[in-house]
C-alpha cells in the first residue's frame, strides 16, 4: 500500500487546514498511520499517529490542537489542524509500515 498526502497551503496563524492521506489500497492493511513533518534544516518528527484500531498519539506541541482521524471506506486518513502557527510551517508527510512517504505536502503558516 502507497500513501499520498495532499491538502497543504498557504494558510495565517490562527487559521485551520485539513490534509488527507489517500491510500493506494486498503487502509486497514497498514497497522498504523502517522503523520509526520520536516521543517527546514530540521529532521522529520512525528505529528500525530492513529493505529487501524483507532487509538491516537499526539505531539505535545500539537497536543488540543491537531486531531488525525481516519475513514476505513475512503481509505483516507486526515489530519485536521486548528490554531496554526509559525512553527508548524514545514512539509508534511504520512507513513506507516511498508508504506514509503510520498512527495509531502508543504504547510505554510504565515502572516
Known amino acids: 500500500v502507497q500513501l499520498q498526502a495532499s491538502g497543504g497551503g498557504l494558510v495565517q496563524p490562527g487559521g485551520s487546514l485539513r490534509l488527507s492521506c489517500a491510500a493506494s489500497g486498503s487502509i486497514l492493511r497498514v497497522n498504523y498511520v502517522g503523520w509526520y513533518r520536516r521543517a527546514p534544516e530540521n529532521q522529520r518528527e512525528l505529528v500525530a499517529l492513529?493505529?487501524?484500531?483507532?487509538?491516537?498519539n499526539y505531539a505535545d506541541s500539537v497536543k488540543g490542537r491537531f486531531t488525525i482521524s481516519r475513514d476505513n471506506a475512503k481509505n483516507t486518513v486526515y489530519l485536521q489542524m486548528n490554531s496554526l502557527k509559525p512553527e508548524d510551517t514545514g512539509v508534511y508527510y504520512c507513513?506507516?509500515?511498508?508504506?514509503?512517504w510520498g512527495q509531502g505536502t508543504q504547510v505554510t503558516v504565515s502572516s
Open positions: 507513513g506507516g509500515p511498508g508504506t514509503g
Open positions: 492513529i493505529s487501524n484500531t483507532g487509538s491516537t
